[in-house]
C-alpha cells in the first residue's frame, strides 16, 4: 500500500491530518505478470514531528482499496509513515 495524499490543517486548538491510502497487494507470477490478492490487514500509521520524533501510531485492520483517514493532532505533524515498523 501507498499514502496517496496528506493534508494538514491548522485548527484553533490542534491539528487536523487527513489521509488518503490506496492497500493493495500483488503476486508476482511470472516476469511482469502480477496477481491482486485479497488483504485484509493490520495496517500501521506512524506520525511524526519536525524532529522526526513519533507523535502518533495507529494501527488499523483495512481491506484493499482507497481509504481516508482523518486524525485531530495536539502537535504539529511533519512526517507520515505507511507501516513504519514493518509489520
Known sequence: GKIEKAE???LDSG????I????RKEEQLD???YEE??????VEIGIYDEKDELIRLERFWMKAGE???IFKLDQRPAKVA??????
Not at 15 to 18: A, C, D, P
Not at 20 to 23: E, G, S, V, Y
Open 15 to 18: 491539528y487536523e491530518l487527513e
Open 8 to 10: 494538514m490543517r491548522a
Open 20 to 23: 488518503a491510502l490506496n492497500l
Open 31 to 33: 516476469i511482469g505478470q
Open 82 to 87: 505507511l507501516d513504519p515498523n514493518l509489520l
Open 67 to 69: 481509504k481516508q483517514l
Open 37 to 42: 490478492l485479497g488483504v485484509k490487514d493490520l
